[in-house]
């Protein structure tokens, strides 16, 4: 029978639990719980504090609280709160009972719940030691060749299907892992052989336009410097990686089916800061062929109209040693860089209205040479 409390309280039934929350106060207490606390506080709650000491009683025998640890463990799993079952595990291996039986077992069951967490390395290394206690373990070997799998051990993870079938060869598990991993490691071996193959044929791409190179006589500066210092002659001590185009395209020297050179040229045309990019310039190519393809309709940015193809001058930008030292290219000569300089993979020239005021300022203190 209720009680109503004075002041018009919430009734509470004999025996001092709160009809509204007789329930959650039931679950206070230890005999009626039906979950235990993460944590206890033995000043708040010491009644469970109690029952906590004497179920890990010190003077139980390591087996039997490695046992219960391994217990503990399992219900955490279970509730798949899989951080809290490896802290109960590891404390029940800390027992270090004389069974290895029992030790297998925990260190199985810690190798699942690392592995549903994602640590495959730290499950691997439990899968092992549990073969070290037990060797005929099946779990450990199962999980130890799961754990392979997923690292992409695939020739481990055969192996130690074989050696689990050897013990039992109907087991469901070993015969999809040892299926699953022997046909990704046959893709493996494939990818491997395909790259050897592109890597070769890359090698030898790059020392045939190593050879072309050097066979021009082509000056090479790999990164430019403040110095602007010359690469040596002698190309076979380049790196064959250091050729490459800085350009926005990506595009970088090659040598086509008729083995002749192919570059990424950039014009600048400093007094109106506006540029153009040709990713493949033909080495027989003349720079008037070009400059008749760009300004076959004058830009829009030539407001006095006069980039016309006849009317301009090309200049080679690549300094020399001095850094004072500038050639003009005769548009109607064939692209030979011979006596250029080529930074970075890019040859880079300016192009200029002939006699202009702006291009005899810009010359007025460089050293001009007609290439």
């Known amino acids: 029978m209720a009680e109503v409390g004075a002041g018009g309280a919430a009734p509470r039934y004999r025996g001092g639990l709160n009809e509204s929350t ?15 606390p993460a944590e206890i506080d033995a000043a708040r709650q010491p009644e469970l504090a109690c029952l906590q000491s004497l179920l890990f009683d010190e003077e139980r025998s390591p087996e039997e609280l490695a ?34 039986e029992l030790g297998a077992v925990l260190l199985t069951n810690r190798a699942a719940a690392q592995a549903r967490l994602g640590n495959y390395r730290s499950a691997l290394n439990d899968a092992i030691q549990a073969r070290r206690l037990k060797p005929s373990h099946l779990k450990a070997i199962v999980r130890g060749a799961l754990c392979h799998l997923e690292l992409k051990n695939f020739s481990e ?9 050897q013990i039992d060869p109907k087991e469901k598990k070993l015969l999809e892992v040892r299926a699953k991993a022997s046909k990704l490691k046959r893709i493996e071996e494939r990818d491997v052989r395909k790259a050897k193959v592109m890597e070769r044929k890359e090698q030898s791409r790059k020392e045939s336009l190593l050879a072309a190179i050097k066979e021009r006589n082509i000056k090479v500066v790999l990164e ?51 540029t153009d990019f040709i990713a493949a310039f033909h080495e027989n190519t003349r720079f008037i062929d070009h400059l008749m393809v760009m300004f076959a309709e004058l830009p829009p940015w030539d407001l006095e109209r006069k980039y016309l193809p006849s009317n301009l001058e090309v200049s080679n930008s690549t300094f020399n040693f001095s850094c004072d030292f500038w050639g003009k290219i005769n548009q109607m000569t064939p692209f030979n860089l011979c006596r250029y300089f080529v930074k970075a993979g890019t040859p880079t020239v300016l192009a200029f209205v002939k006699r202009s005021p702006f291009s005899k300022k810009y010359f007025s203190s460089k050293k001009v040479h007609r290439l």
Request: net charge negative; charged share 30%; aromatic share 12%.
């Open 22 to 36: 007789w329930e959650q106060e039931l679950e206070t207490i230890p005999m009626f719980m039906t979950r235990c």
């Open 67 to 100: 046992r219960l640890y391994k217990n503990e463990g399992n219900e955490y799993f279970k509730e798949k709160d899989y951080g809290k079952a490896v802290l109960s595990y590891t404390e029940g291996l800390k027992k270090k009972c004389q069974d290895p």
């Open 157 to 165: 993870a055969v192996e130690w299907c074989e050696e689990g079938l």
């Open 224 to 274: 430019p410097s403040n110095e602007e210092e010359e690469v040596s002659d002698a190309l076979a001590e380049m790196s064959l990686d250091g050729f490459h185009s800085d350009n926005a395209l990506g595009a970088k020297v090659h040598l086509d089916a008729d083995g002749s050179l192919n570059w990424p040229v950039l014009f600048l045309y400093p007094e109106h800061e506006q």
